[in-house]
């Protein structure tokens, strides 16, 4: 038997359990290792526990780091990670700027670690599906979408229960959760060309936005809709935080709340998936980050192309500052070859 | 019994047909004359028939017209009925320009008669059931709404059978279509303080845009989306032309395609509606204006107050050239006391 990849788990919050969950069931995988300031939550993650993730690369020998914490801290991870030489698997959102994106894929690509961004929307398998139906030509000619995402936790004043921080985040919708649809939008129709964002703050008490309106245009033409807040939910409700339709000129794919696909209204694939995150999507994520460490394939989201994700919520961000559309392209097109 | 107000129709095409029927179902009119460049359209409509409307309203005696020709006559047909004093039903797009759409409202007021604007969408009867459940605080604060209008006659070498003038059109989607749905937003939710539009031809063949994208934010904070095309058909399909999501704090309303009316997933009204067009709503367009005739009440669409509707199509297409958010108080702000 093949000895299984080592990796470490830094940050053992919410998400990271989550991970951890998807981690366990990848037989290529073992988590050696994991810290986390709560030392009590890292010992209950991995046999070797530690506060300090300078101190457990010090002491472990590993093949990669899984960071899962927030933002501000994953370019200082990176850098410890290429001191290392350990190759990452990174959460979203990327950074807390452009600048320190930017950073975190000059910083890999000079040590030559390998480092992909954890976004597991687009692997979702309703949006997996969806693209297969796409490619297959089974709505024709795309001509429009829309992403309707929904959630029901932003009312009140104790707002958020899984993760109550994002009360104080001074950007808090697009960079945190439409980021995911941008880049489902990306895996499915390709290059964003333009993006227009209106974002107001609805729920007084939060630092940043929780509703936003989204208007992209992709390269080949397609023209779509990101319409997002977290004051309901969608009907039916489910795994898919909302509901998605892709229109071509020959037919129309509808993504319900539950997972479940249909093509021209006539049910096409059932999600019945029943465990791990939203349709098994982290596990989906992992695995591939595995495949592609073993295989030296690329990363369906490597740093330096999810960099074009990144770029579309810097230009969102931009446009909402404007109120005019501004191209993604002005960010990313002098950094990503 | 009191006597019939005496109507003549002026254009008897495809909606001048529709109005007609509905008129025959309104009980205090009589339509008692018609014109039309095709005077056989004009005598299947009403005991006298005429190929030019100066020669009717020198001849018939009348206490209204309604005017269901194309945008362009607009003005000058208003001008005709402001000369013999009569009030004037006049279907929509209002008129070609915006300094056209002021001057009938001039017209009309010095010369001291009634001029209203048929604006049938915001008289569908579903629309008319959630304004009813907005205003009771059904859904609570109202923080989102989004139309999509969709319609299958837009592709191939011949499209738009019903209007074929469609594929001449300079402006189409906005200007024809999408008006209805910022007026029916602006009766729902207030007035439009700004609106971003995107559009683009997507069938070569046509003169004008047949999609486009707009967010819009009204006065009171809420925002909303309005996402048209004609290459399909939303699921189920029916008189609604479309669907509408209109969501609060508390609850939600779905308009289907099918008319019904759901409140958080619950069918609350359901249409039984199946005479007439779309719900009926020309029928009680023309019985809201003769109503007011008969009592002296103002329009819902009286065209002064329409022109903040046609105002919304200016700032849509100002959007749509510059890129930028625009307010379409620029243009009705001057002009609207």
């Given at each position: 038997m093949r000895t299984r990849l080592r990796g470490a788990l830094i940050g053992c919050g919410y998400f990271g359990q989550i991970q951890l969950e998807a981690w366990r069931r990848i037989?290529?995988?073992?988590?050696?290792a994991a810290c986390d300031l709560d030392l009590e939550k890292a010992r209950r993650a991995a046999p070797s526990a530690y506060q300090s993730a300078e101190e457990m690369l010090e002491k472990e020998r590993l093949n990669f780091v899984d960071i899962a914490t927030r933002a501000d801290s994953h370019l200082r991870l990176v850098e410890l990670a290429a001191r290392h030489g350990l190759a990452v698997i990174c959460q979203k959102p990327?950074?807390?700027t452009w600048d320190e994106a930017v950073a975190m894929v000059h910083t890999a690509e000079r040590a030559g670690i390998r480092l992909m961004i954890h976004e597991n929307w687009r692997w979702q398998p309703w949006y997996r599906e969806a693209k297969r139906l796409i490619d297959a030509g089974e709505i024709g000619q795309p001509i429009s979408y829309l992403f309707r995402t929904r959630q029901?936790?932003?009312?009140?004043?104790?707002?958020?229960?899984?993760?109550?921080?994002f009360v104080q985040m001074p950007r808090l919708l697009i960079y945190e959760t439409l980021v995911h649809h941008l880049d489902t939008a990306r895996f499915l129709?390709?290059?964003?060309e333009l993006i227009y964002a209106r974002a107001r703050k609805v729920n007084p008490i939060i630092a940043g936005e929780d509703q936003a309106s989204l208007v992209l245009v992709h390269a080949g033409g397609v023209q779509g809709v990101i319409d997002g807040h977290r004051f309901s939910e969608v009907f039916?409700?489910?795994?898919?935080?909302g509901e998605a339709i892709f229109e071509g000129d020959r037919a129309v794919i509808s993504v319900r709340g539950t997972g479940d696909v249909y093509l021209d209204g006539t049910l096409?694939?059932?999600?019945?998936?029943?465990?791990?995150?939203r349709g098994d999507s982290v596990w989906a994520t992992q695995r591939h980050f595995v495949e592609c460490l073993l295989s030296g394939a690329p990363f369906e989201t490597d740093a330096r192309e999810y960099l074009k994700t990144f770029a579309a919520t810097e230009a969102a961000y931009e446009s909402v500052r404007t109120g005019c559309s501004v191209s993604p392209r002005n960010w990313w097109e002098a950094v990503v070859k």
């Open positions: 037989p290529e995988v073992e988590i050696v990327m950074a807390n029901k936790d932003g009312a009140g004043p104790q707002p958020y229960p899984q993760q109550p921080y129709f390709g290059e964003i039916p409700s489910g795994p898919a935080m096409v694939w059932e999600n019945r998936v029943r465990q791990g995150y």
